[in-house]
C-alpha cells in the first residue's frame, strides 16, 4: 500500500491523505549512496502527487517515506522521483562546530544538535573509533557523508532516524 502525505507531516501511521496504486513504484538503494523511489501512476492522482508532498512506500526494510522532488505529466501518466527523508538534511545547515576526540554516535549527536534549526533527525551508531572533525558553513547531509568517510561503516537510513552502523544485515 503506498500513501499520500502532506508535506508538513512528521508521523506515518495512518492511510495518510490518500492511498494510491501506481503502476509502477521502485525503490533505489545503495549502501552508502542514493536512495530514492521511481513512482507512476494516473492522472486520478493529480491533485496529490506534487513537489514536497511524501510518498510511503513498503520497502524491504519497512516502511519508507519519500519527499517528492520532481514531477512530470503527460496526457497518459504521472511520473515522479522522490528522494528518503534523509535528503531533508541538507536543509539543516551547521554554521560551525568541532567534534573533538568522539566516537561515531557522538559525533552524530553533536552535530545533529548543532544544526542552525532543531533537527527532525534522530541519530546512533556503534562504530567506536575515535576521531575528530571541523564543520563549517555545512548542511547536516553533507557532514554525515564526512563521518562515514572518517569513521567508516554503512549509512542505514529509516525515515526521521539515521544511523551508521559497523555492520548491517546478515550473511546466510
Given at each position: 500500500?503506498?500513501?499520500?502525505?502532506?508535506?508538513?507531516?512528521?508521523?506515518?501511521?495512518?492511510?495518510?491523505?490518500?492511498?494510491?496504486?501506481?503502476?509502477?513504484?521502485?525503490?533505489?538503494?545503495?549502501?552508502?549512496?542514493?536512495?530514492?523511489?521511481?513512482?507512476?501512476?494516473?492522472?486520478?492522482y493529480l491533485e496529490s502527487?506534487?513537489?514536497?508532498?511524501?510518498?510511503?512506500?513498503?520497502?524491504?526494510?519497512?516502511?519508507?517515506?519519500?519527499?517528492?522532488?520532481?514531477?512530470?505529466?503527460?496526457?497518459?501518466?504521472?511520473?515522479?522521483?522522490?528522494?528518503?527523508l534523509f535528503y531533508d538534511?541538507?536543509?539543516?545547515?551547521?554554521?560551525?562546530?568541532?567534534?573533538?576526540?568522539?566516537?561515531?554516535?557522538?559525533?552524530?549527536?553533536?552535530?545533529?544538535?548543532?544544526?542552525?534549526?532543531?533537527?527532525?533527525?534522530?541519530?546512533?551508531?556503534?562504530?567506536?573509533?575515535?576521531?575528530?572533525?571541523?564543520?563549517?558553513?555545512?548542511?547536516?547531509?553533507?557532514?554525515?557523508?564526512?563521518?562515514?568517510?572518517?569513521?567508516?561503516?554503512?549509512?542505514?537510513?529509516?525515515?526521521?532516524?539515521?544511523?551508521?552502523?559497523?555492520?548491517?544485515?546478515?550473511?546466510?
Amino acid at each position: 500500500m503506498i500513501k499520500v502525505f502532506g508535506q508538513a507531516d512528521t508521523s506515518f501511521s495512518s492511510n495518510g491523505d490518500i492511498v494510491i496504486q501506481p503502476s509502477k513504484a521502485l525503490v533505489h538503494k545503495m549502501d552508502n549512496g542514493d536512495f530514492y523511489l521511481d513512482l507512476e501512476c494516473s492522472l486520478d492522482y493529480l491533485e496529490s502527487i506534487i513537489p514536497n508532498n511524501i510518498i510511503v512506500a513498503p520497502t524491504p526494510q519497512g516502511e519508507q517515506a519519500f519527499r517528492i522532488f520532481s514531477v512530470t505529466t503527460t496526457r497518459r501518466k504521472i511520473t515522479a522521483k522522490c528522494l528518503h527523508l534523509f535528503y531533508d538534511a541538507n536543509n539543516y545547515l551547521i554554521v560551525d562546530s568541532y567534534v573533538v576526540n568522539k566516537n561515531c554516535n557522538d559525533a552524530l549527536d553533536h552535530l545533529n544538535n548543532a544544526t542552525d534549526n532543531t533537527s527532525p533527525f534522530t541519530t546512533l551508531s556503534d562504530i567506536r573509533t575515535i576521531n575528530s572533525y571541523r564543520c563549517v558553513r555545512t548542511s547536516l547531509a553533507q557532514a554525515i557523508n564526512v563521518i562515514l568517510e572518517r569513521w567508516g561503516g554503512h549509512l542505514v537510513r529509516d525515515n526521521w532516524n539515521i544511523s551508521i552502523m559497523n555492520q548491517i544485515g546478515m550473511d546466510n
